[in-house]
């Protein structure tokens, strides 16, 4: 971003499917509640072409759907649902249709999917006020439509600690196993993805498989199992990409950062505004108590300068240190605030809880956050000059849990300046514990 913010804005959910045809993978999705765009590319890897645009036509939420006769079909909206058929290269509108709406008792439906089984046709959504999955059936993409729920205030599994799933898609293996896969509403750690298996019965709608009423702590793996690196530990930045669990706040300058056996971060932004700095990296946190500790030195920053790790939200605190002429000062700073009301402006930048002066190197710096569900939802922060003995620095700040602010709570490493650009911070290592 450039001179602005987009937090909560972009793509909602969208779809992904590939056409024998044309031996192409085809995107379909709807940018801020206006335009679709189509993105087409011989492999899921790319590379990805932008091959068509719908004007003043928001695919919000949708599904698409390749039929046996390679007509491809997409299901769409919220609360009134529809389907659209596309023209045969798929990047036109042929027909649109309303096809139903939400049914009694729910406050709504999103979240749509389609299938084709058997010769029957399937719409899969969600009405997210009751936790509810619902399941709709046809013998034409243009109805009519009958519904039955597949699932209605289940509890996800307790380990997870959140809400009953509902949103989510259905999943074909190569053997002809169905799977059912949701996410849980696990704030403040976010989105949180669960998979369970599904059977169909003789009225041929599918049946969620529950264990004692609720999600199961564990089901069979559906394939075999794959290894996976950790993405809790220590993470030195080798080589020279970035690790798969990190993700920027921003699109990134990708000239301000450099990963070379270690993270250099330049400063990319002039600001004061914690939410407006660009190259800001952030982490997913683990657990019901979340650790993360960096360590940076500011050997190369530039007077006016501030990097350091952040407990990031709408609602957020940081740990920090500034540069101001040769003195150096490691601050905690509380309280940084979004307005979800209007645009997710910046209402604050914060003040300063407490702070120590320290000399210019190596320095780590640690977080501790309350991330469970029923927890006192606080952050608090630490230093340490030589990676052993760590001091506090200020009280703990209760960070926000609405829901809104749907990515959860996150660790940021940052660094921007606030009177001109040209310094930088070289990141050793992060651990997340």
Request: hydrophobic letters at 35%.
């Amino acid at each position: 971003m450039v001179g602005g913010t987009a937090y909560r804005r972009g793509t909602w959910a969208s779809t992904l499917r590939y056409r024998k045809s044309t031996g192409l993978w085809y995107w379909y999705g709807c940018i801020d509640f206006w335009n679709s765009y189509v993105y087409t590319a011989p492999a899921v890897t790319g590379p990805w072409t932008r091959a068509a645009e719908f004007a003043a036509t928001c695919f919000y939420d949708c599904g698409l759907l390749i039929d046996d006769d390679d007509t491809m079909y997409i299901v769409y909206g919220s609360n009134d649902v529809s389907v659209a058929q596309l023209s045969s290269n798929g990047l036109g509108i042929a027909k649109t249709q309303k096809v139903f709406s939400y049914p009694s008792p729910f406050s709504g439906i999103e979240g749509n999917r389609m299938y084709k089984r058997n010769g029957l046709y399937y719409i899969l959504d969600d009405a997210p006020s009751e936790g509810a999955t619902l399941i709709w059936k046809a013998t034409s993409p243009w109805g009519p439509w009958t519904e039955k729920t597949l699932n209605s205030g289940i509890p996800g599994p307790a380990a997870l600690g959140g809400g009953s799933p509902c949103q989510g898609s259905l999943i074909e293996t190569a053997d002809g196993e169905w799977y059912f896969m949701s996410f849980i509403w696990s704030y403040p750690s976010g989105r949180l993805p669960v998979l369970a298996p599904i059977t169909w019965g003789s009225d041929d709608f599918p049946v969620f498989t529950a264990v004692n009423g609720q999600w199961g702590a564990s089901y069979p793996n559906p394939l075999p199992s794959h290894p996976l690196a950790s993405w809790t530990g220590t993470d030195t930045f080798p080589g020279t990409k970035l690790a798969v669990p990190w993700e920027w706040n921003h699109n990134p300058d990708t000239t301000k950062f450099a990963v070379n056996n270690g993270l250099t971060l330049s400063t990319a932004t002039i600001t004061t505004d914690l939410f407006e700095a660009r190259n800001t990296l952030t982490h997913r946190v683990f657990g019901a108590v979340s650790v993360g500790t960096v360590v940076l030195d500011t050997s190369n920053m530039a007077d006016g300068d501030i990097c350091g790790l952040a407990a990031y939200r709408d609602w957020s605190a940081y740990i920090g240190i500034s540069r101001s002429g040769s003195k150096y000062t490691i601050s905690n700073v509380q309280g940084m605030k979004q307005d979800s009301a209007n645009n997710w402006v910046t209402l604050t930048d914060g003040t300063t809880a407490a702070s120590a002066t320290i000399a210019q190197g190596k320095v780590w710096l640690r977080g501790t956050m309350q991330a469970a569900a029923t927890s006192t939802h606080g952050v608090s922060f630490e230093y340490s000059l030589d990676g052993t003995t760590f001091k506090a620095l200020g009280g703990s700040y209760t960070m926000n849990t609405d829901y809104s602010y749907f990515i959860g709570y996150r660790w940021g490493i940052f660094n921007f300046a606030e009177k001109s650009l040209g310094g930088s911070v070289k990141v050793s290592s992060f651990t997340l514990a």
